[in-house]
């Protein structure tokens, strides 16, 4: 990823010291400690190694809640890089494995330590990439093993990952909490005692998920429904362009 050019300077005539002013998008960096290297050869070079090991430990205290809640289901076993893709920033799009934000997780740690103010959204992030990869040890596949881990996020932090996964989600909803009972977010996703409470929820909605991937015609015929029902309510409730300029 090339973020631009900067010019060395020195910090001060008598300091001894020289600095470099990174680009905005690197803020997220403040405070991390890095490690510096010089390559030799024709084009030097001078890298910053960021030190992610705190935001490495996040990434497995997460699954350890995970691997604590979903183990009604099957043992998930232990945290594994490898079925990530670990990134810098939270991407747009992504393909096979779920991207894991360092930046998420930065922001989280400063939250806890009170340098930063809440972001839920990263919570919401990694709690769903998380998810999605407990899914797929789960057996969960293509889409509802991203609506299953959608939904788990959403269930503990109150906020939908923006997976695209609305009905499952709302499905997901009703089944754990049953029909017509709107509740808050289960607590906080740190908190040991809100994933062993959601075991039983957990266990029924991955239970359906998985009727629905051994019976892929009825989950198509309800999520077109699904589907149905909602754009006659949209239609219901918004009324079209015609009918403001009619009046």
């Given amino acids: 990823m090339f973020l631009g050019t900067r010019r060395i300077r020195s910090a001060g005539r008598t300091s001894g010291s020289i600095e ?4 905005a998008q690197l803020q997220v960096l403040e405070g991390v400690r890095c490690r ?10 001078i890298v910053l190694q960021p030190d992610f090991s705190a935001a490495q430990a996040l990434f497995n205290t997460l699954w350890q ?4 809640s979903l183990g009604e289901i099957d043992d998930l076993g232990d945290f594994s890089p490898v079925d990530f893709t670990l990134v810098l920033f939270p991407p747009s799009h992504w393909q096979e494995r779920p991207p894991l934000a360092y930046a998420d997780a930065l922001a989280i740690l400063r939250h806890q330590t009170g340098e930063k103010e809440r972001e839920p959204e990263a919570l ?5 990439f998380l998810a999605v990869a407990a899914a797929h040890r789960l057996d969960l596949k293509g889409t509802l093993a991203l609506a299953f881990g959608d939904a788990v996020a959403y269930l503990v932090t109150g ?10 989600r709302g499905m997901a909803h ?12 289960l607590g906080s996703p740190f908190d040991d005692q809100v994933w062993q409470l959601a075991r039983p929820g957990f266990r029924r909605v991955y239970e359906q998920f998985h009727t629905w991937q051994e019976n892929p015609e009825v989950y198509t015929v309800a999520r077109e429904k699904w589907y149905r029902g909602l754009t006659v309510e949209m239609g219901v409730r918004m009324p079209s362009v015609e009918q403001y300029i009619d009046r």
Avoid: C, N, Y
């Avoid at 510096?36 to 070079?45: A, F, H, K, N, W």
């Avoid at 009703?174 to 977010?185: V, Y």
């Fill in 124 to 128: 919401t992030r990694l709690v769903a």
């Fill in 159 to 168: 906020i939908p990952a923006g997976l695209g996964t609305d009905f499952e």
């Fill in 36 to 45: 510096l290297m010089v390559r030799d050869g024709s084009r030097p070079e």
């Fill in 65 to 68: 809640k995970l691997h604590l």
């Fill in 174 to 185: 009703r089944i754990f909490w049953g029909k017509g009972r709107a509740q808050p977010p």
């Fill in 20 to 23: 470099i002013t990174l680009p």
